[in-house]
């Protein structure tokens, strides 16, 4: 058994795939790579297979017709061979520094009677244009350097969540929560970071810059054009991590600290998915705005007045054109502070 499976989604991605591939092979025979070509059109497949011949046992390449980022990642569980999982993105790529601290942790558990469900480091935002580059850190959320639970979880704040760029999972325990990510959907990583917290238990958070988050192409699924023009998805994504909250609160709400977690992190997604739909501000996109609140009343009054009448999403949701355009200057100032999209 390999110790970590690195599944790699690739969309027509030989522009910067290299990269990506070549971050990772340094971590020798304890890793495997999985590049998991999802129907690219372009060189994508015949510069994998570069890798699988120069690097055997190491990389390995999985065809697939295209399903999205979803069905990539799904595939890429199914397969992986190691007893921790992560998923790096084809334009992203990792600091080998912390790259080698990332596998000696994960060695000192494996085999051991302890069992670490998530593993937590910082990652970069390497935005085009800027010199200087935000690191998510979490320092002050989450003990260093130990294993801890959820009780010692302390406060995140807004805007400082543990996304799929931060985590790398037991893969046993992927598999036993039943993630299936939707095909042919963006932003499921959300939902790669949400569901399976109701099953994390032990935790062990590395103050290290692993992971190098790409963000600034004009075609990046976080862009904001592209957000409004797939906001249909993020819609999607938005009601089926609801209806996770919805369904499993007895078990979320056993430990109260990964309850408020999970609700502040549905909150930011909720907003997000407002937020877009009132920047169009087409006729179209403001009914859908009515209509995502509407289904969220229907399904739970109680959760969702919570959200639409909490802090954020209240202030993201003030009537009128008026009250749209404060809340959508609001959304800017947050954007230019914290430095999304």
Known sequence: ???????IPCYN??????????????????????????????????????????????VRLINQENGGHGAAVNTGIREA???YFKVVDSDDW????????????????????TVLDMLISNFVYEKVGEKHHKVMRYRHALPKNEL?????????????????????FRTKLLRECGLKLPEKT?????????????????????????????????DQSVNESVMISRIDQQIRVNKIMFDFYNTNFSSIGAEKHRRKYMYNYLEIITVISTIMLAISGTPENLEKRTELWKYFKENNYRLYHRLRYGLLCGYTNLPGKGGRKISIDGYKLCRRFFKFN
């Open 186 to 218: 963006f932003y499921v990583d959300n939902i790669f970071v949400f569901e399976p917290l109701v099953q994390v238990e032990n935790m062990y958070y590395l103050d290290v810059n692993f992971y190098r988050y790409y963000i600034g192409r004009e």
């Open 94 to 113: 990792v600091k080998r520094e912390a790259y080698e601290e990332i596998l000696e942790t994960l060695r000192r558990f494996a085999g051991t009677r």
């Open 81 to 83: 061979k190691g007893l």
């Open 13 to 58: 991605s030989a522009a910067y795939m290299r990269k990506c591939i070549e971050s990772l092979v340094p971590g020798g025979e304890d890793v495997e790579i999985l590049v998991v070509n999802d129907g690219s059109e372009d060189e994508t497949p015949e510069i994998a297979m570069e890798y699988v011949e120069k690097f055997p046992g190491i």
């Open 1 to 7: 058994m390999k110790l970590l499976s690195i599944a």
């Open 148 to 168: 801890f639970s959820w009780k010692d979880v302390k406060h995140f704040m807004k805007g400082q969540y543990i996304l799929m760029h931060s985590v790398i």
